[in-house]
């Protein structure tokens, strides 16, 4: 880093002294100017041609060495007014330093309050600084603060001022701020502005920036407060991740440290009375509310594209694989791979009509899972509601599922009232719900367990439940288990893989018909329980207290 010869306040001084001079030797010349001409007058009159003629000469000699004075009296004069602007800018960086910032963080805040406005004060401080100075040296660490400064000075407005604080910290004040969200976007414009990479030295350099940001006057109103509580920010910042943005209002500040919010209040401003004072704290509590809002609503809106994003990527992966699954061959090829050939070298046509009408029925499935999870993204599922018989609607689904629930040597009950169960819906969308349920029911308990169907029913609603003793839920996963592509580590493998969609379909097509479908579990290898609520037609002829049940193993 190269200092100037000669301090900036010395500068002044001598270029102060200089002009003095030059304003002395200016009116000297002025008088004589004056008394040479009154002699040029009076030889004129004596006739004195010859002498008349040196006076002029004189005379103009001495009008340019007035001009080459005044000259050179303007040079002082720049030169003095240089010196002073030097003295007001950082010697590295050619910031303003803190005095030139603080006497326009002084007009920022008569303007604020000449028209009841706000401005934002901003600590910036470059991440990992010291670790890069350490390795490369302090002169490549002082032209990354050279090219910090310059892309932080180009990123704001001409009335915003950007400040050298000390070291590697910047402080930045945005005047005539619209509101808060104004100061967000302008600190993310800078942590772009300085995280571009940049060549220094033959060196690549990535640096990025943490930001605090202190409103005023909701925050206070003096500039050492509103710095402390823009710095506390800022290192609040640091401890979410490097790189961010943090205003004072929801920081989580209170750590101990020097960099600690002050504990004093953030001065308030003088009132005429006790009513006063009150309204200006409603005032303040509405303001920062209103500061929340608008980061929550930019929060959302990024969540909200982020979102639309990840659906869009969805439902192209859900086409592409339902059009692959409905080619007819896909199952046949999957079945060939699963024959391998009988010891005992038994007749295979059973054996291959079995496995493959068994992988025909569960790709069916999948792909009726998969089409329905893209009409539930693009808005397009249809019901076609009438009155349904859900009696019929289980008996169908139990039927469909006995052979699986058989292989694996599991007993399945069935619990249900006497009677017709009528509720207005859509019978093939029932069945789709009631099939996806004991199909994973069945395919998340070990053989040999225990699943059970039942139904309970009231004046007003139906509730059905399948429940299982199989691997269970953990906790972790329980809240999530109905998102789609969503499966618990401890599922995966288990009796084949799945894409995790069947249950997110089967809640959709609940909902839609306006229940509710729940999931319980106690915890791993404690079962999973899944509860059905559907609302009665009002006219159904079940009787509430009279049951039927049966027990089997699930063989045919």
Do not use: W
Not at 123 to 140: E, I, M, P, S, T
Not at 264 to 290: C, I, M, Y
Not at 403 to 431: H, K, S
């Amino acid at each position: 880093m190269t200092l100037p010869p000669t301090p900036p306040d010395k500068a002044v001084e001598a270029a102060e002294g200089r002009l003095a001079e030059l304003g002395v030797q200016i009116d000297a010349m002025q008088a004589l100017l004056v008394r040479l001409m009154q002699d040029v007058v009076r030889e004129e009159k004596a006739g004195d041609d010859r002498k008349a003629g040196r006076l002029v000469e004189v005379n103009e000699k001495l009008v340019v060495a007035a001009m080459a004075a005044q000259a050179d009296a303007e040079a002082a004069a720049q030169a003095r007014k240089q010196a002073a602007q030097s003295s007001l800018l950082d010697a590295l960086t050619h910031l303003p330093n803190r005095t030139a910032l603080l006497d326009r963080f002084e007009q920022a805040v008569a303007a604020a309050r000449r028209h009841g406005t706000r401005f934002a004060l901003l600590f910036v401080d470059l991440d990992h600084f010291k670790q890069l100075n350490d390795a490369h040296g302090h002169v490549f660490g002082d032209k990354v603060l050279h090219l910090a400064a310059g892309r932080m000075l180009a990123a704001v407005r001409e009335v915003d001022t950007v400040s050298r604080h000390g070291g590697d910290e910047f402080l930045v004040l945005l005047a005539e701020l619209n509101q808060p969200a104004d100061a967000q976007a302008v600190a993310e414009k800078l942590i772009t502005a300085v995280g571009a990479p940049a060549t220094i030295d033959d060196q690549v350099v990535r640096v990025t920036a943490s930001i605090g940001i202190a409103i005023c006057p909701d925050d206070g109103e003096d500039f050492d407060t509103l710095v402390a509580r823009a710095d506390a920010a800022m290192y609040a910042s640091k401890r979410r991740h490097a790189g961010s943005v943090t205003f004072h209002a929801t920081a989580a500040v209170g750590a101990s440290g020097k960099h600690a919010p002050p504990s004093s209040p953030a001065p308030q401003p003088v009132q005429a009375g006790t009513g006063a004072a009150t309204a200006e704290g409603r005032l303040a509590d509405l303001r920062e509310a209103n500061e929340r809002l608008v980061l929550a609503v930019i929060s959302a809106q990024e969540l909200q594209a982020a979102a639309e994003r990840a659906r869009e990527r969805q439902v192209s992966l859900i086409t592409a694989v339902a059009e692959e699954l409905k080619n007819p061959e896909a199952p046949i090829r999957i079945a060939s791979t699963m024959l391998g050939r009988p010891p005992n070298d038994d007749p295979l046509l059973p054996r291959v009509k079995k496995v493959v009408e068994r992988q025909m029925t569960q790709m069916s499935r999948l792909v009726g899972d998969l089409v329905e999870a893209a009409n539930l993204d693009s808005g397009e599922l249809k019901l076609d509601l009438c009155r349904v018989d859900l009696g019929e609607v289980i008996e169908r689904s139990v039927a469909a599922i006995r052979p699986m629930i058989g292989e694996r040597g599991q007993r399945f009950e069935l619990r249900r009232p006497t009677g017709t169960l009528d509720v207005q819906g859509d019978a093939a969308r029932l069945e789709q719900v009631v099939s996806n349920l004991l199909d994973n029911a069945s395919k998340y308990t070990h053989e040999g367990g225990r699943i059970s169907l039942s139904v309970d029913v009231t004046a007003d609603k139906l509730t059905l439940t399948v429940a299982d003793n199989g691997i269970g839920i953990t906790s972790r996963m329980l809240p999530h288990v109905f998102e789609p592509f969503v499966q618990d580590p401890q599922a995966l493998g288990f009796s084949g893989a799945g894409l995790g969609i069947g249950l997110t379909v089967a809640r959709a097509l609940v909902q839609a018909h306006g229940g509710t479908l729940a999931a319980a579990s106690e915890g791993v290898n404690r079962g999973s329980r899944f509860m059905v609520t559907l609302p009665r037609t009002g006219s159904e002829q079940a009787t509430p207290d009279a049951g039927s049940a049966s027990n089997d193993s699930g063989s045919t």
